[in-house]
């Protein structure tokens, strides 16, 4: 067993490449994120992979664990099928010995709660999810809804969009973000008689998956099926491509859950979101 900290994405990916691909709809965020730092994009904030923490825990020469924290973020992991937690006490030890805090973990359930098993340190549960999957519409679907990808008169109102999607977040007038969402051609606005009134983004195009994200209708528009329109045409958009359509939602959010159920998503995984109580680099 060895465990592998990275200070080079290209070499980080070359690793751990193979075993995140063995299943895309898990992995999408981990995925995205690797897609983002092997960019050719000038990186800023948490963009910058050299502020990244990447590690791998292999058996002889296989990775049997890829593991990623962003910063001011929550570790993100990715195992083998046959993973054990002995593999986990590995990883654990070797962040340990490298004096390097994981302030907490997000993650297939099973995983996170297996990290924290090894760890051993007290933790408090931030978020339930599930990751949701669709091959093909199982029944009649309403898809006609005519939706635009993004444009430049749109940062009229997507930073207040971004606010009510993200909570926590403020409005910035720094519009990088917004106008990287446009440039990037992955947003997609709803509108009903030329009025704006929901959007999601298409986050990742994989090798087989699409992954949707960043659903939000404003409270004004809400309870008229907008948020239903959108991701079945966005999902429309993805299955006529060949992919398979996948999202992630908080399973405490029961409007989303049903929403996409409706449409005809399944439940694929159950994630968990949690932070750690205390200094767990003793």
């Known amino acids: 067993m060895s465990f592998i900290l990275y200070d080079n994405i290209a070499a980080f990916n070359n690793d751990v490449r193979e075993l ?3 299943d895309e709809t898990k992995n999408m965020v981990f995925l995205g994120n690797l897609s983002v730092g092997l960019s050719d994009e000038n990186h800023t904030g948490w963009r910058d992979s050299s502020k990244w923490v990447m590690a791998s825990v292999k058996r002889e020469s296989r990775v049997v664990i890829a593991a990623l924290m962003l910063p001011e973020d929550r570790l993100q992991l990715c195992t083998s099928d046959d993973i054990s937690a002995d593999d986990f006490v590995w990883l654990v030890a070797g962040f340990k010995d490298a004096k390097i805090a994981i302030p907490g973990v ?12 090894s760890n051993g ?25 005519r939706i635009r990808l993004a444009e430049n008169k749109d940062l009229s109102f997507l ?3 971004w606010v009510g999607f993200f909570e926590s977040a403020e409005v910035s007038d720094n519009f990088e973000a917004y106008a990287r969402l446009i440039r ?10 030329g009025i704006p009134v929901s959007m999601a983004r298409i986050d990742q195009r994989l090798n087989h998956v699409c992954g949707l994200g960043m659903i939000y209708t404003p409270p004004y528009f809400r309870n008229k099926g907008y948020a239903t329109k959108i991701t079945a045409s966005l999902t429309k958009l993805c299955l006529d491509n060949d992919y398979v359509a996948a999202l992630s939602t908080d399973l405490a959010n029961h409007t989303s859950n049903y929403i ?21 680099c003793d």
């Open 20 to 22: 995140l691909c063995e």
């Open 106 to 117: 997000s993650a297939e359930h099973s995983l996170a709660e297996m990290y924290a098993n």
């Open 121 to 145: 340190a007290k933790y408090s549960i931030v978020k339930r999810g599930r990751t949701y999957r669709l091959e093909h519409f199982s029944r009649e679907i309403d898809t006609s809804s």
């Open 159 to 161: 930073p207040f969009w």
């Open 184 to 193: 990037e051609k992955t947003l997609y606005i709803l509108e009903n008689e």
């Open 260 to 280: 996409y159920q409706k449409i005809g998503y399944r439940a694929f995984c159950d994630t968990l979101e949690i932070d750690f109580l205390g200094d767990i």
